[in-house]
């Protein structure tokens, strides 16, 4: 059978107009701009930007600006309060109040990025092979997070906690230890839903293998929601070492944060020393808000990326 | 209707200079921009348009059922004597499901997912008529029977998950029916549906609108459905009414070049692969921008310089004006597809099927089944037949289209095609090789050879990835070439999908849906395959891009030397791009043959029955066909009838069709085969279906 | 459906061992276990004894077995600080812990569901982000603060409320002292609620521009039944399920709530045995209260299938 081949006979038609047949691209800003775009319009999610941006600051320029002694206890300060001073007044071992939430805050803040950080990368990976693996080794993977799952943070924490000797670093660990179930389920879940996608499906076509699939096409898929999970799971962890250190289980000082400070200040409600019960606490609420707020900014953005149809 | 009756009747419905915006994130969609019409008592008003021309919005703006950020900002809408568009809440509320019923596109989620049928019938009826619970319910009944839901009693207390989609599309009608409205808005109501099951639905349609004298507005894409079913059409683009006459005015003489474009850029089911289908060029407007002139001028070859500048107005007299400066002239207007004079051209012939060269690609009895499984141990309690028992030939070269409804195993078959899934029994030989009998690294070795399409532009290209870089993704993958002749390689490609090479630097959300379709060929012939699967391949797409496409796969036919397997659902489609065409029901493969024998001379019921659901944008012949029932609804595909799967549907079953299969044979010469006892010949059904051929191909000449 | 409770009453279990194998793996992971299990004093003398009496000498996997025997037996272990058997000490503390999350979870719902549709029906509106801003925080204090701060109002400058929750054992304390009742369930009503609400309002968002709720409005009846009748219920199923595994988080809140009250209750108990490295009730409290959350999922899903059809009729 001959066909007949006429390049320049198809090629008319489509020159018949100056612009390509199939019309050109609309041009709009990459993924990211649009991402930003969608991000920066949530205004809760700027708050949320500007309040972590803020004690960033604070916590770790601050001490530079305000100096304290936050090592050595003074006891013939204890429980002063606020003056031109002492800012926010000095606690019960004399150290001052202002300067103390500064230097905390950078435990609370590490501890609360780092285990957020090392659980999302563990759960990540642990999801993904279990998704790609399948079969048995998936059953067995995913039944171990389900029983992760159904043992309540608080009460796994408590267990580990009396096992290990407080410590930033045992704190990271533990707090991923209970986290990290999370993402786990969701990369699982992300990879299994993607796995069906028609796109993967075309690269398979093309004879790729597993490995390029995983790598080029479903990580990256998987990111924007694991970024997401991230941010939130700051929030948690930044709690759940608070919840921590007033089950007495936290850093003991003179290292200091947060939480320790909180739940140590709570013994005075009933003495009316204030600056002792609110501003640890408001600390505390001010960043888990933010990175709930900018989660919350996150994936809304993160879904808008494939909204033109 | 004539003009003297219609203006014997009083109008029911006016809507005056409507305008509607939809405000969104970034912009404002001006969707309605200016509508005027009215639907006179006992008139069906068809409003056609494609996606984004505002007929939705229309439908919606009139029953006050917006979507969020929807707001009807100028305009009457007088029903009855009321302004709908100033009524407030309560009032509102009445009117709808009492004076005006809906009927909407989707009905697997049109119906809550959490409530008996029953119910959901009941609500309206206690709403505004009954308050006494057992009268509602001996009405629910009543209406059931009357949509025609078999067993309706049984059926009230079924939920919706329970019932078909042809099932729940009737019991969507029963709800809108439950209050006596004066007027059915009708919106897209068979577009979800099987041709077979759309036939029946738009008969019912029909028959409820006389018997219970109401008005219908239908909004609907498809001309054909606007034919056979339509008093007066109102054509929509961009947000305006371009056009409108009496239906078969409007069919005969065609004044707005869009309402022409339109027309011939469907493919016909009587009409054969000769000639290049007209398409529209370029793409709708973006309607948050402000407007200046006609909408279409920029995709019109007969907008001057005044289009660009004014605003046309529907001209013209009550029974057929147009929004055109220079409309269609009678002589243009006229025959079936006014705009063929501009592209006929000479098509390849199509390859003979007596071709004796070795077929590229045999099938040969596949079956693929999928376990239902049940239990802890997940038991397999049964199977899904997709593909059951399967064979036939593909020549190199050819094009063989494969048609059936939806649950027929077209696309299984196509995957396993190309290696996307195994089947279970039989072989699939390509070029000499069979692919059943290959190891994995084989099998991915093999792959460029063959390359699949798929219906979804927006899922088949990864959103993360740039065109450039995954179009070079096939030839990294076989590491053809190198980067210069990869880029190269691009570049033409693109040429030759109607693309510019700017193209890879975009994301594929910054392409329009046809556009992405484009760009998944591109990527196909990246690997230059001989065999191309194309499932669905523009069934997602919009008329005017569709003709494109359809286009565009046969160009590409020519220029790469292609094999196309095409499967889809729409008979049209695959009679334009097709040399050959199996049908498929349940899995199994009842009818092939070449289009001529397939499409001119049906040989299994079945195919008779599906030609003649299909719908002909042309009044005259839609209305004149000769219906084939195809009756009730599609059998689970876990326990397919014995014998004969299509005998529970068949209008000639007997007897022997439960105990027996039938088995693929020769009907009128060796190609044209069927799976039937009892074939139809020529004399029985062929005769119409050949009659309204011959005309189609007579007319053609024009 | 039969089939459907079978599967899942079966992957419930899975779990529940699976988390026995978890907790006992990491008791016995742990330095020193046996010692922890018999107190810092006790001398290498006892400490052998112990091992050899408790069979802590065999293989991991045959003192699993063991256990498990032991478990299934209704046998959790003996607290050597209490001098008294997990058992019964559980069984003294679970009936008003549960008294304390079921009230509080029970009336957050009554609350958290009108909430989160009002929320989702009123979107963007200022009412919309009042709500969603005050869950926000609610879901972001820690919970023993907003105790401590609620104690120092409630308790300590108005006098309304008891600071202490009820004391004694039984049930039958709390009900002899309600008001004592007040503030550490209002605690954990304020997380709860600003938890569900979010997840209702999200539901009820999704469950809005569903063509169904179109279909229902189209039917001209008024907006109050569509909401009820129609978005409610079909809001629910997302809920329910959510709530069920929750339910991790909802006892993590409880435990926290009965430290700052000093609420005489498992967790309290649990909180005790962590300071005083009571293995023995740590092992058995956080089977036990796992397996309440097993269980928990559980009738969640069960409400799940009497919430949807689709289930049902498998």
Redesign the interface.
Known sequence: ?A???D?LA?RA??E??A??????????R??WRVILD?FL?NRLAVVGVGIVVFFLLFCFVGPLIYRTTQVVTNLTLIHLAPSSQHLLGTDADGYDELGRLMVGGQTSLEVGLAAAVVATLWGTLWGAVAGFVGGAVDAVMMRIVDSVLAIPPIFLLLFLATAFTPSVSMLIFVVAFVSWVIPARLVRGESLSLRS???I?????????DR?LVL??IL??AVGPMIVYATFAVADAILLVAALSFLGLGIPPPAANWGEMLSNGLNYIADGWWWLVYPAGLCIVLVVVAFNFIGDALRDAVEV????? | MTEAQRVECTSLLRVDGLKTEIRQ?HATIRAIDGVSFSVAQGETVGLVGESGSGKTMTGLSI?G?L??GGRVVGGRILFLGQDLARLP?RAM??????GI??V?Q?PM???????TIGDQIV??IR??RESDRKAARRRALELLDLVGVPQAKERLKD?P??LSGGLRQRV?IA??LSCDPKLLIADEPTTALDVTIQSEILELLGRLKAALSMSMLLITHDLGVIAGHADRVIVMYAGRIVEEANASELFAQTRHPYTGALLASIPEVDEGTDR?LYSI???PPDLSQDRQGCAFAPRCDRATGRCEVDDPQLEGCADHSAACFNPLTTEEGSGRSPMHAVAVEPR?PP??SA?K?APLLVVDHVVKTYPVT???LRRRIGAVNAVSDVSFTMT??ETLGLVGESGCGKTTLGKMI???ERPDAGSIVFDGIDLTKQSNRAT?????NF??I?Q?P????????RVGPALR??MV??AIGNGVSRDRRITELL?D????K??VR??P???????RQ?I?FA?ALT?SPRLIVADEPVSALDVSIRS?LL??IK?LQ??H?LTYLVISHDLSVVRYLADRIGVMYLGKLVEIGTCEQVYGRPAHPYTAGLLAAVPIPDPARERAKRRIPVNGELPSARNPPSGCRFRTRCPRAQERCTVEEPVLQAVSGTDHQAACHFPLVATDVGKSAQRDGSRAFGSDGA | MF?YL??RV?QAMAVVIGVSIIVFFLMHLLPGGERALLGARATPVQVHAFVVANGLNHPIWVQYVDYMGQLLHGNLGYSYHYNESVNSLLAANIPKSALLVGVSVVIALLIALPLGVIQAVR?NSPVDYVFTGASFVGYSMPVFWLGIVLIGWFALDLHWFPAEAPQGAGVGAAFSQPRAMVLPVATLVVVNVALFSRYVRSAALDNL????I??????????R?VLL??ML??SL?PVVTILGLSMPFIFSGALIVESVFNYPGMGLLFWNAAQIHDYPILVGGTLVVSTAAVVGSLLADLAYAA????VR??
Not at chain 2, 93 to 98: F, I, K, Q, Y
Not at chain 2, 109 to 115: F, G, V
Not at chain 2, 444 to 448: E, I, P, S, V
């Open positions: 059978m066909t007949t081949r390049p198809t038609l489509v018949r107009t612009a390509p047949e199939g019309g050109e691209a609309v041009a709009s990459g993924i969608v319009q996608r028609d796109f499906l075309a690269v398979r076509g093309m004879g790729s293998r390029r080029r096409h990256p898929n990326r494939l909204q033109r149809r | 994130r029953i059922l979507p969020p809440a509320r009445a009117v709808r499901g009492s019923g809906v909407f989707d989620t049109s119906l809550n997912p959490c409530m609500e309206p709403a505004h939920y998950h329970q969507m709800i809108a290049v060029p370029g793409v390849r390859p003979s071709d060269r049940t239990g802890v190199q070269g190309v290696a996307l991915r070795t093999m792959r460029r390359q699949l798929f979804d927006y899922s088949s290209l990864d959103p993360r990835m993704e096939p993958i076989n040429g999908v109607g693309l510019s700017e193209a975009y994301y959300h910054e392409f329009s849906g046809g556009q484009r998944g990527r690997l494109q286009n565009l160009r020519e220029a030397e | 089939a079978v599967r079966g979107r521009v569903q063509d169904y179109r279909t229902a409005r189209a039917k001209g009846i008024p907006e039944v009748r129609h219920r079909n199923i919430l949807d059809p689709r009729y498998v």
